[in-house]
């Protein structure tokens, strides 16, 4: 309750499992994750038989120089890059010239192209696979919000302070997270993959240049080259450098979305794909595992 009066109370439930599974020689890594809010919604022997089989496969890895390649990112990933995206959407640093979402010579890009036709991303919190909040910043209600439609940038978010110096109506931050996707499986995705890697999730995820949102993280936990639309063997680590702003522009195709955790943005529902980008940006070895 604040010293105005406002008062807002919510009871709710939320579940998440994660595993990490690694094989006796140190070799290998593997990780899985679920979210969901009722445990029969769970199934734990599945999850841990995905760990330990990414954690099996990922062992004797090959070399694999950095550089730019085509990407398969598991939902965790997509999580995570997609979550930093969507709570970069504030219209202040926008307006004030102090974000990848101003225009040059003022304004901003609200209602441009900016990603994709494949990315819609939206906000719901009635939700029925991740629902958020109701309630988000200041108490106020969480509302439907369509963020980013086929590529084009729809909403910012937009405090009450700064609603009432631009008398602009005020857009609370979201309470979950929804990417549009497709009915293909991780499977057929990699099917579609001529040479390429494959990414279980990311870890230490941190930002070089909020001027362009580019960030910065390493891969862990099982990540594979794919050769004409197999995984092939796996491959070191790497320490990535790459915006979520120009994945988004470079994606390729989608999967099929599911409830998952992301590492960094692991206390937000989210309900995303596997995501396949063109000249995503490894940037050194990693020796992480």
């Known amino acids: ?25 140190g070799e290998g890594a593997g990780w899985a994750a679920s979210a969901a809010y009722s445990p029969s919604e769970i199934s734990l022997p599945v999850l ?7 954690a099996l496969r990922s062992r004797h890895p090959e070399p694999l120089a950095p550089g730019s390649y085509t990407v398969l990112l598991e939902p965790s990933a997509v999580c995570d890059l997609v979550g930093m995206l969507l709570f970069s959407l504030h219209a202040r640093p926008a ?10 010579g003022g304004g901003t890009v609200l209602g441009e192209s900016l990603f994709s ?31 980013i439609n086929q590529g084009k940038l729809q909403e910012l978010i ?10 602009a109506p005020t857009v609370p931050e979201p309470t979950n ?26 870890w230490y995820i941190r930002t070089v240049d909020p001027r362009t949102l580019l960030l910065t993280g ?13 995984i092939a063997h796996p491959v070191n680590n790497f320490r990535f450098n790459e915006s979520p702003v ?4 470079n994606a390729l195709a989608l999967g099929k979305p599911e409830a998952t955790v992301g590492s960094e943005v692991d206390d937000l529902p989210a309900r995303v794909p596997a995501l396949v980008a063109k000249e995503f940006t490894f940037s050194s070895v990693s020796q992480a595992s």
């Open 1 to 25: 309750m604040a010293t105005t009066g406002l008062w807002v109370f919510q009871q709710a439930t939320r579940l998440q499992y994660t595993v990490s599974a690694r094989t006796r020689d």
């Open 177 to 202: 997270l929804l990417l549009s996707g497709s009915d293909r499986s991780t499977e057929e995705l990699i099917q579609r993959i001529d040479r390429g890697v494959l990414v279980t999730r990311l």
């Open 48 to 54: 841990v038989e995905r760990a330990m089989e990414k």
């Open 246 to 249: 120009t994945l988004l522009k």
């Open 158 to 167: 937009r405090s009450r302070f700064w609603a009432q110096e631009k008398k």
């Open 95 to 104: 307006d004030e010239g102090r974000s990848f979402l101003s225009r040059p």
């Open 218 to 230: 390493l891969t862990r936990d099982g990540t594979f080259w794919i050769e004409k639309g197999k």
């Open 117 to 147: 036709d494949l990315i819609s991303l939206r906000s719901d919190p009635e939700d029925p696979v991740a629902p958020g909040s109701i309630y988000s910043t200041d108490g106020l209600p969480a509302t439907p919000r369509v963020w």
